[in-house]
């Protein structure tokens, strides 16, 4: 055989030997990318890896992995559970599934709030041209109602001409232009988080810590926030009404959020009891407005209310850098709250979003509910509980919040407090007024409603709604 | 008011009152079968009622329970596990949703097997016949290779021209006529238990002893018999290798078989090395030819597969009151199993179903596998292991069973082995023959064979491969 011959063989061995440890590399990979050994991995507790969550989520979105497959998935996770790792991973994956907002061509912090959702929780209203009063951009996208809590674009759109449903091109227009635009989630956000989310809900695996982390903070990541205070509700009227898990999901939240580079602050608040006076849509902007505008009587009913709103307020403008701790930042907040800033911020973001302030300016034009029902006292004594699941259910009833997708909002309906927890209160006195355009749905809010208050001998001193800060 | 208007009041009344119980409690049946909420039951360790489990499963079928919550239900299942109550009514559900064959038309016991599945596992070639012959019928519905045990279908099917694919009428004209019939599950049997382990399969669900039950036994229900005898394999050949979990699953198998009115016997068989000599399809007809034909020549290779068949066949005729005990059956079985009776049913069987019997009786005829390998001793001792499982591996990658769906079965290729554990070797001493047609699979179940064979200085005594029979 000749050198050259030699030299060719060699070549050809080598080449072949390349080809064989591709080859094999290739069957590993494909194995180990096998959608049933994933969640068979899951199931037997193991720790998938980036790789194979990352695979999973997209090969789902792209149609080559089944419903039944992610939805077997799933219900793994709720048993199995995933670490800090593999959430990280699915944070990930949701938001590689669609597009990310970019505003870093705004020079000024972006500062954005995410709450847990409660009863007759507002505070996004108030909050956000607050803080884009400090030059500080609040790019905020909210959701609608979800089981017996309400949703800020609800509430939103019961101003009349109120666009929720901006494109980003808008959203960032808005921004750079206001520093405030509130809008709903579009369509090209997070596409994984959604078609996943829409799964979990009818497959019974909501309820996993680990999944709801994901979920949130992919949200609020790709939304191009530099800064994310969680608001976790605690209590009945909250949807994880658990002080354990809320308390996990703090961390979580925290922990991912900054992995990601952004910083983070999470204010656990009580949701026992429903947030401020009011519960429904058009009632509840009403009761912010009487906060935000200057010449409008107060009433003491929003204590809690603005307790929470300055609370949240103070942690924003923390992580904007405005202040040095929360409570210079709750100061800040409270002078431009009550001067009336904040109220022309909020007038120059609703007809920037196309609504009709006149009715911002003047609310008695509002088209008044039909029918009022009152809940009077069947004891004297002290208001000892105002059950916040209880008053979302009644709420929902009236038709404030959806039952199924198809419903149509009532946004005159809602829930007027006209007592809380620590108020004494005498026999026949009016608890509350149960507002809305039909009868029986009146009727049958009311009788949930008065399952909802519980009447005392004794007086609970009402107690601070904020339950612990972390940061 | 008069009388008249009176009364008619009443009736008004009282339809009124009945029209809101009758609401009422659509109103409760419907919510308390929604799907989601069934799964959230599991999945908190619920126990399901009959009514939701029977709805869950018939909704599945129709199309309104889709594949995503079906695989929910299954992996909560997985974690929780199903009571007994709960398997009976998966039982019930899976038998509901196809045909069921009514053999009460023929006057004698219906007896059948069932085997967990093995390497080597080549028992109902030699009992079917065989049990035929004491005027017992046996209805027998066989399955698919599956994973590294062999089929008994694909076996049957080696043998040219034998139908497996007959109608249930065929089937029933068969047992009527010759005692015996062994086929494939047929289209419209436990419809319901074919589309759940379609779909058990590609979710990580299979492993669950629970559900294994109502899958197994809803099957051998369903084809008529009145006694069943569950082959309940151990070892690393066998498909649920753990002792504790086949015990458990004998332990279900008897306990729902019987609840059905069904005569049961469960019997814990050895599955650490294969059954037999021959590992394939034809070799192992070929194998149970050399057994039952009086003019062959025995080998002591088959004593394990004996031993298992004829307890097999003595809990069998056990079953259809043909004798006291089993050991009284086992001597019965031995004698038509030698004398030919068992071998000219078996040629009957084959014949009544299309099979040519003149490769029965002379196997020469039936085309050999190309290639012949050998694997040699690497030392001299005695064989302490020959492990099922690789064996199995080995013989599927000869091409002896799919990995896919649609790979082809070779029927000529297949590993006989030509010593068995306890037995003294030569180094260089031929342990088992590799055969095949094609020069690169049998490479590559040569090097899996090869790992299976553990040679030791020390003669460990072989064991009886009954390791238990629970009656």
Redesign the interface.
Known sequence: MSKYQLIYNEIIYVLNGLLLITLIFIFVYMNHLN???I??KK?DGGVLSKEEILHFVSAYLEGHI???????L???V??QDINEAETMAFVESFINSGETIDLSFINKPKIDKHSTGGVGDKTSIILAPLIACFDVVVPMMSGRGLGHTGGTLDKLESIPGFRVHLSSKEFKENLEKINVCMIGQTDELVKADKKIYA?R?????VENIGLITASITSKKIATGADGIVYDIKIGSGANLPEYEHSEQLAQNLLKVTRDFGRKSIAVLTDMHEPLGYAIGNWVEIEECISIMNPDSEKSSLSDGLIEVTLTLAGAMLMLAGKCSDIFEGIKLAEEKLYNGECFNKFIEMVETQGGDSEYILYTDKYKKANIVSEIKAHSSGYISRLDGLKFGKAAVNLGCGRKKVSDKIDYSAGIILKKKSGDKIKLGETVCLVMGEDKSKIESACRIAEQAVEINNELIEPKSKILEIID
Not at 66 to 72: G, I, K, L, N, R
């Open positions: 959608p049933v050994e969640i068979k199931r089944e419903d039944y497959q992610m939805s077997a799933l219900m793994a709720y048993f799964l809900d009818v497959t019974a695996t």
